[in-house]
T-cell receptor, first 115, second 111 residues
């Protein structure tokens, strides 16, 4: 267990409402990631963070924002949820201090349904 | 941007048969990783390959990294029901901190 918890694990919301997913880690890792998983697309990177207040976009960042005000928490926000954002969201942390190395450890996932 | 393609998308095999999934990157990679995701679960790291032409084994699983560091394969010998799941490759390009995942190969076993 890499000490990652995601909350909420399940959420149903309506189009146009804001949603925030939380990823919490207990091991002080620098790198944290948010992925979404959809059938036929595998895992696609939304945003990632390489330190407190240091974040960057992934390949599917439109409609999402993130914040990392402290090492242990990485928040993913949908400002105005749309049905296309119905998905399973995974948070991950990366072990290893050296760039270009280190495996990812994933949280249990958050299943979001936007009606 | 970097793309990682994986084939096949689905594979159904009889228990005891072998299974192979292939991964191809549009760019040269610094390393490639493999993950397994059981139905309803989250991806779990299996292995990382770094060197050109590298081959690593984990019991019945054999992982290869191509000479050009643009492709990789995972081969499972004599599949068992515990091998059921989706296998993902994930590539890391040089100078890039973003791991790009393939679309995955979903393996089902026919008992």
């Amino acid at each position: 267990d890499a000490g990652i918890t995601q909350s909420p694990r399940h959420k149903v919301t309506e189009t146009g409402t804001p949603v925030t997913l939380r990823c919490h880690q207990t091991e002080n890792h620098r790198y944290m990631y948010w992925y979404r998983q959809d059938p036929g697309h595998g895992l696609r990177l939304i945003h990632y963070s390489y330190g407190v207040k240091d974040t960057d976009k992934g390949e599917v960042s439109d409609g999402y924002s993130v914040s990392r005000s402290k090492t242990e928490d990485f928040l993913l926000t949908l400002e105005s949820a749309t049905s296309s954002q119905t998905s399973v969201y995974f948070c991950a942390i990366r072990h290893g201090r050296i760039a270009n190395t280190g495996e990812l450890f994933f949280g249990e996932g958050s299943r979001l349904t936007v009606l | 941007g970097q793309q990682v393609m994986q084939i096949p998308q689905y594979q159904h095999v009889q228990e005891g048969e072998d299974f192979t999934t292939y991964c191809n990157s549009s760019t040269t990679l610094s390393n490639i990783q493999w993950y397994k995701q059981r139905p309803g679960g989250h991806p779990v790291f299996l292995i990382q390959l770094v060197k050109s032409g590298e081959v690593k084994k984990q019991k019945r699983l054999t992982f290869q990294f191509g000479e050009a560091k643009k492709n990789s394969s995972l081969h499972i010998t004599a599949t068992q029901t515990t091998d059921v799941g989706t296998y993902f490759c994930a590539g890391l390009a040089w100078g890039n901190e973003k791991l790009t995942f393939g679309t995955g190969t979903r393996l089902t076993i026919i008992p």
